[in-house]
C-alpha cells in the first residue's frame, strides 16, 4: 500500500490559482493522478504522470489551465492550477496505481488519498 496525503485546496475566486501538493510514502509506484469528484457528480479523471518518465495526461476540461508535475526526490507530486473555473469545485484526490501500463481507470488505482476541496467561487 501507498500512503498518500493531500494538501493545498482552499477556496478561490474564479480565474485565481491554487497548487495541490500529494506526498506519496510506502511501496513503490508507476502512475499518480488526480481525480475529482464534484458536488453530486461521479468521482472523474483530471491529470495522470507517469513517475518514472514524466509523461503528463490531462482531461479536455483541465488542458491548458492544469500541470501535473512530480519531485522523484521528495516523493510529492504536484497539480498547478490556474485560471480557475467554478465548474472546477471539488474533492480532489491523489490516487497511485502500480500498474505497468498507463491507466486512467480508477479501478486500477489501488492507494488514495483523503481528499483536499477545492473550491471556486464565481
Known amino acids: 500500500q501507498v500512503q498518500l496525503v493531500e494538501s493545498g485546496g482552499g477556496l478561490v475566486q474564479a480565474g485565481g490559482s491554487l497548487r495541490l501538493s500529494c506526498a506519496a510514502s510506502g511501496r513503490t509506484f508507476n502512475i499518480i493522478a488526480w481525480f475529482r469528484q464534484a458536488p453530486g457528480k461521479e468521482r472523474e479523471f483530471a491529470a495522470g504522470i507517469s513517475w518514472s518518465t514524466g509523461r503528463t495526461y490531462y482531461t479536455d476540461s483541465v488542458k491548458g489551465r492544469f500541470t501535473i508535475s512530480r519531485d522523484n526526490a521528495e516523493n510529492t507530486m504536484y497539480l498547478q492550477m490556474n485560471t480557475l473555473k467554478p465548474e472546477d469545485t471539488a474533492v480532489y484526490y491523489c490516487?497511485?496505481?502500480?500498474?505497468?501500463?498507463?491507466?486512467?481507470?480508477?479501478?486500477?488505482?489501488?492507494?488514495w488519498g483523503q481528499g483536499t476541496q477545492v473550491t471556486v467561487s464565481s
Open positions: 490516487a497511485a496505481s502500480r500498474k505497468i501500463y498507463y491507466t486512467e481507470s480508477q479501478d486500477d488505482f489501488g492507494s
